[in-house]
């Protein structure tokens, strides 16, 4: 991909990673995801309704979002804990900083976030001199290779294990073997030591109830629960897209989540969080704060159609069917969050201008959005920021010159309203052969000129009805 690095795209960063060809871990996996949400969603009959109804309260809470936020703040206050509100990426990380010099924090262990990563907070925090500590296997690996996730589910997809035992043997000076379990229990080991020594706990959260100030975090390893209960201090960064009405609401996403993203019924933990703890020896940290991330979520919620990416709800069965995701992986994307979500979020987050690619970056199949659980119409999504780049917005100016908008407005003109079509089909043959003659049109300037100097117009043949009529009576006559 092409085009000046904005501030959030590492392009640079992310290419030099990018594989000469994808894995087979990659096909392996999303293959693997995409069989077993099949299994599951055919075991419910009722499952085309649950999409329904989760995209339905996806959609009432978004529309009311500040009532459920507000709602969210008195509770998670009420119990206890602190609330910030991050306007920016910018915001998120020096409240984050803010709250670790207050408590003159050195070591931080997280569990996976997508909110971090948008945010890039572990860089941040390693030019603050302050250790943060990746938790989740795929996280830590990749950590390790100092890229960003390749999946938003499984982040290190594209790594054999032969990659990460090379990789653990060089980071961590041993002989790591190839075997997964093995090393599964090394970074254990690693890990465990950075548990029992941090001061700080930072998690992402997957819903906030706002019923009652509840962070909901599904995972399938043990450290979410671990950094979120062994660290005195707890902090959460949450995109304001993660309120939920209540506790009713979750137990439809909840469905809906792990079917979509691993094929399981259930992830393996499911924990809720609501404020610090109450009492000595209960479970959990001293201190909660959570942070809500806006980082332009407010502004996509003014556009009536590229809203609805602000459903999501982060399963990644989108990138498991993508054809494109699986045959570029990851970090083709060169941005936070990969496959067809990432392609209708990051234009919207970062400004069409920082990500102008992304909205191309499809063949819009729809595979993505017949998986969707929540029904995100992704390639209607799609055609409308390919239509805001091509005649700009409020990020960039138009990337489409303006005689071609000029031809392609009068073309969705004529298609659009039927008599002028009809009269446009009348004219055609009359002013064909005055376009025609000596194929004085190659002879038009620039940008024209790109595309008449190497293709002549062709002579007129027929209307379409015309032709159409002809082709049916030719069918009618092979019939009898
Ligand atoms: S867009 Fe839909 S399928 Fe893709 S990650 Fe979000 S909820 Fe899952």
């Known amino acids: 991909m092409s085009g000046a690095a904005p501030a959030f795209i590492d392009f640079e960063k992310y290419s030099e990673h990018v594989p000469a060809s ?12 995409v069989a077993g949400r099949a299994a599951r969603a055919a075991e419910l009959p009722q499952w085309e309704q649950l999409r329904q109804i989760g995209s339905d309260i996806r959609l009432h809470t978004i529309e009311n979002m500040d009532v459920y936020l507000t709602r969210l703040e008195q509770k998670v206050v009420s119990a206890g804990g602190y609330v910030h509100w991050a306007e920016t ?11 670790a010099k207050e408590h003159k924090v050195k070591k931080v262990v997280k569990s996976k ?21 990746e938790t989740d296997l795929g996280e830590y690996i990749i950590q390790l290779a100092g890229t960003g996730p390749s999946h938003i589910i499984v982040p290190a997809v594209h790594l054999k294990k032969e990659e990460i035992a090379a990789l653990f043997s060089e980071k961590l000076h ?15 080991e690693v890990l465990r030591e950075k548990f029992l020594n941090a001061e700080m706990g930072i998690s992402g959260g997957n819903f906030l109830v706002a019923e009652t100030g509840t962070l909901v975090m599904v995972t399938n390893e043990g450290n979410g629960r671990m950094c979120t209960t062994m660290p005195d201090l707890h902090v959460a960064v949450v995109g304001i897209d993660k309120v939920i009405p209540d506790w009713e609401s979750l137990t439809v996403f909840l469905k809906l989540l792990a079917r979509s993203a691993t094929g ?5 933990y499911t924990q809720f969080i609501t404020g610090p703890r109450r009492e000595e020896g209960e479970f959990g940290p001293k201190e909660f704060h959570l942070i809500l991330l806006d980082n332009g979520r407010s502004k996509i919620l003014k556009d009536p159609v590229g809203r609805d990416v602000l459903k999501c709800i982060r399963c990644g069965a989108c990138a498991n069917v993508c054809p494109v995701y699986k045959n570029v992986g990851g970090f083709a994307y060169g941005s936070f969050i990969s496959g067809p979500i990432g392609a209708i979020l990051t234009p919207q987050i970062l400004g069409t201008q920082a990500a102008r690619e992304l909205p191309f970056a499809s063949t819009l199949c729809g595979a993505c959005a017949d998986v969707c659980p929540v029904k995100i119409p992704i390639p209607t999504i799609l055609r409308h920021l390919r239509r805001r780049v091509a005649e700009g917005d409020e990020f960039s100016l138009p990337a489409m010159p303006a005689p071609i ?56 043949s027929a209307r379409f009805r015309q032709w159409w009529n002809i082709r049916s009576a030719r069918e009618k006559e092979s019939s009898r």
């Open 89 to 99: 990426a910018e915001d998120a990380q020096r409240i984050v900083l803010q709250i």
């Open 264 to 268: 399981q019924k259930l992830s393996t």
């Open 113 to 133: 976030s997508m909110a971090t990563e948008e945010i890039h907070l572990n860089r941040f925090l390693e030019l603050a001199d302050i250790e943060a500590i």
């Open 22 to 33: 994808i894995p087979a871990a990659v096909q392996q996996a999303t293959n693997r995801f």
């Open 174 to 188: 041993m002989d790591a073997p190839t075997d997964p379990v093995e090393l599964a229990r090394i970074a254990r």
């Open 405 to 460: 908008r000029t031809i392609a407005g009068l073309t969705s003109l004529a298609l659009a309203w039927n008599w002028i079509y009809r009269i446009g089909a009348r004219l055609l043959p009359v002013v064909n052969p005055f376009f025609r003659r000596d194929n004085w049109l190659s002879g038009m300037p620039y940008p024209l000129s790109r595309w008449t100097k190497i293709r002549p117009l062709p002579p007129f």
